[in-house]
């Protein structure tokens, strides 16, 4: 059986804040495993080994770490190193977890329990051992590819795996470097704007999602910041490295210190998942992209809900958004004065969106009109559609050109676009599976492409030439 990632994420499972009753069984699986997974395995996780000590798994709990202490006694929470770490002392807030809030009272409460009650594991026998750099994923058929991204010096492109990232040179002509990390899924890549570091969004379905950050030229995990119980989505980051943005399936905006972790955001406007978010080239604002049809402005250093960008009018968009993506140069525009002869030069960015309805449209991100209740005053232009949904979109560097991806009933569908004057140079539909990802190379000259099939695409722009496909992940010749 073949280790896939899928492409939608799953429904939410919330863990429950509750205290034990007495006499009541604390489960390791239900209730302390999810705990751990929120609050602990940012850190101590294979690909950041914080203190020397793990706790991805129940047997990784029981071993030492640096301070030659019993993590975990059973029967013996005062005896525990773990639980000692935890708990406050007296008005001092507790040592761990570090560098975040401390764990409630009923959580301590629960760990308390769990290591009283013998500290036992009742995890099903169909839990996957865990994976880490030791015990990398073994793959039989490709998996499914579902974010592409190119390192700003068009070098390195990034492709993602199961339960990793896999960086191969950008012709796809050599073995890939490979950052092997706790989320199953991984959703969204993005290069920092220096080239020097990752950010990938991801995470376990129904479980935790997680922002992790690597440090490229070490091939190490800088950063792991778990938040919520679902995988999130549609990564980017701030012009200025500072910030990382997420969109989350508790319908959540979010953005986070880029080096410490730190919460900066926290956006509740949209009504559905949060699939995507581009920053401003300021950096100053975030546009935001959702199921529930709309494209969002939110004020970053006020955390304010500021516009719906497109039409909120039942009926102007069709379908859920799925790709946002900014384009790279500003437009121009020229109002005149009070007396009809003096004319003011506004400067505004534009954002191409695509979703559920396969119709791509680009749109200014900040009103340069008066608010009409149901205009669509935002949007620039509409172009030629696909059939199916659109999974993928992005421009090239100049933003004089931008492709689509998407697919519908097991075929996929690819265009490319003139951004002026909406000319469709590309259709390509024929011998293509689901389109799920693409990214343009720096360069502009080469278009790669990935999806349902497991298969990087690299296509010459803009005759829609193959240069090249190869399979991202090192394939075992066994079965499962």
């Given at each position: 059986m073949a280790l896939l990632t899928l492409t939608f994420p799953q429904m939410v499972l919330c863990q429950k804040d509750k205290s034990p009753g007495e006499g009541e069984t604390v489960s390791y699986f239900k209730d302390i495993r999810p705990l751990f997974q929120q609050n602990c395995q940012g850190c101590h996780q294979?690909?950041?080994?914080?203190?020397?000590y793990l706790m991805v798994d129940y047997p990784s709990l029981f071993q030492k770490g640096d301070r030659e202490i019993k993590s975990v006694v059973p029967g013996k929470p005062e005896s525990s190193l773990l639980f000692g770490l935890i708990t406050p002392k007296g008005n001092e807030k507790p040592e761990m977890p570090k560098g975040k809030d401390p764990l409630s009272?009923?959580?301590?409460?629960?760990?308390?329990?769990?290591?009283?009650?013998?500290?036992?594991?009742?995890?099903?026998?169909?839990?996957?051992?865990?994976?880490?750099?030791d015990h990398p994923p073994v793959?039989?058929?490709?998996?499914?590819?579902?974010?592409?991204?190119?390192?700003?010096?068009?070098?390195?492109?990034?492709?993602?795996?199961?339960?990793?990232?896999?960086?191969?040179?950008?012709?796809?002509?050599?073995?890939?470097?490979?950052?092997?990390?706790?989320?199953?899924?991984?959703?969204?890549?993005?290069?920092?704007?220096?080239?020097?570091?990752?950010?990938?969004?991801?995470?376990?379905?129904?479980?935790?999602?997680?922002?992790?950050?690597?440090d490229l030229e070490k091939k190490k995990l800088a950063l792991s910041a778990p938040t919520t119980h679902d995988t999130v989505y549609g990564v980017s980051w701030s012009p200025d490295g500072g910030k990382i943005a997420f969109g989350c399936a508790d319908n959540t905006l979010r953005a986070i210190d880029s080096t410490t972790g730190q919460q900066l955001l926290f956006q509740g406007a949209h009504t559905d998942w949060v699939l995507g978010t581009t920053f401003s080239r300021d950096g100053l604002?975030?546009?935001?992209?959702?199921?529930?049809?709309s494209m969002k402005l939110t004020e970053v250093a006020t955390q304010r809900f500021i516009d719906n960008i497109?039409?909120?009018?039942?009926?102007?968009?069709?379908?859920?958004l799925h790709v946002v993506a900014l384009k790279p140069s500003k437009e121009k525009t020229m109002t005149k004065g009070a007396e009809g002869t003096d004319s003011a030069e506004k400067i505004y960015e534009e954002i191409l969106i695509g979703g559920s309805d396969g119709v791509p449209r680009v749109y200014k991100m900040h009103r340069v009109t008066k608010r009409v209740i149901g205009d669509d005053a935002n949007k620039v232009r509409e172009y030629e559609g696909i059939p199916g949904r659109i999974c993928s979109g992005a421009f090239d560097k100049t933003g004089?050109?931008?492709?689509?991806?998407?697919?519908?009933?097991?075929?996929?569908?690819?265009?490319?676009?003139?951004?002026e004057d909406a000319k469709v140079l590309l259709r390509q539909d024929a011998g293509l599976g689901p389109i799920y990802t693409l990214a343009f190379h720096p360069q502009g000259n080469f278009l790669a492409l990935g999806g349902f099939d497991g298969r990087v695409q690299i296509l010459q722009i803009p005759s829609g030439q193959k240069v090249r496909e190869f399979v991202p992940v090192p394939l075992s010749a066994g079965k499962n």
């Amino acid at each position: 059986m073949a280790l896939l990632t899928l492409t939608f994420p799953q429904m939410v499972l919330c863990q429950k804040d509750k205290s034990p009753g007495e006499g009541e069984t604390v489960s390791y699986f239900k209730d302390i495993r999810p705990l751990f997974q929120q609050n602990c395995q940012g850190c101590h996780q294979p690909a950041k080994k914080q203190g020397g000590y793990l706790m991805v798994d129940y047997p990784s709990l029981f071993q030492k770490g640096d301070r030659e202490i019993k993590s975990v006694v059973p029967g013996k929470p005062e005896s525990s190193l773990l639980f000692g770490l935890i708990t406050p002392k007296g008005n001092e807030k507790p040592e761990m977890p570090k560098g975040k809030d401390p764990l409630s009272k009923t959580q301590v409460e629960l760990v308390r329990k769990w290591i009283l009650q013998g500290a036992k594991d009742d995890s099903p026998k169909s839990v996957q051992k865990t994976v880490d750099p030791d015990h990398p994923p073994v793959y039989f058929l490709p998996p499914v590819i579902t974010s592409l991204d190119y390192s700003p010096d068009g070098k390195t492109l990034a492709v993602s795996g199961y339960h990793e990232v896999l960086l191969h040179p950008s012709d796809g002509n050599g073995p890939p470097t490979r950052l092997i990390g706790l989320s199953e899924r991984i959703e969204s890549l993005a290069f920092s704007p220096d080239g020097k570091k990752l950010a990938v969004a991801g995470g376990s379905p129904g479980r935790f999602g997680e922002i992790q950050v690597w440090d490229l030229e070490k091939k190490k995990l800088a950063l792991s910041a778990p938040t919520t119980h679902d995988t999130v989505y549609g990564v980017s980051w701030s012009p200025d490295g500072g910030k990382i943005a997420f969109g989350c399936a508790d319908n959540t905006l979010r953005a986070i210190d880029s080096t410490t972790g730190q919460q900066l955001l926290f956006q509740g406007a949209h009504t559905d998942w949060v699939l995507g978010t581009t920053f401003s080239r300021d950096g100053l604002f975030l546009a935001s992209i959702s199921r529930d049809r709309s494209m969002k402005l939110t004020e970053v250093a006020t955390q304010r809900f500021i516009d719906n960008i497109t039409s909120i009018t039942p009926g102007a968009l069709k379908g859920g958004l799925h790709v946002v993506a900014l384009k790279p140069s500003k437009e121009k525009t020229m109002t005149k004065g009070a007396e009809g002869t003096d004319s003011a030069e506004k400067i505004y960015e534009e954002i191409l969106i695509g979703g559920s309805d396969g119709v791509p449209r680009v749109y200014k991100m900040h009103r340069v009109t008066k608010r009409v209740i149901g205009d669509d005053a935002n949007k620039v232009r509409e172009y030629e559609g696909i059939p199916g949904r659109i999974c993928s979109g992005a421009f090239d560097k100049t933003g004089k050109l931008f492709a689509i991806g998407g697919s519908l009933d097991g075929k996929g569908y690819l265009r490319l676009y003139q951004t002026e004057d909406a000319k469709v140079l590309l259709r390509q539909d024929a011998g293509l599976g689901p389109i799920y990802t693409l990214a343009f190379h720096p360069q502009g000259n080469f278009l790669a492409l990935g999806g349902f099939d497991g298969r990087v695409q690299i296509l010459q722009i803009p005759s829609g030439q193959k240069v090249r496909e190869f399979v991202p992940v090192p394939l075992s010749a066994g079965k499962n």
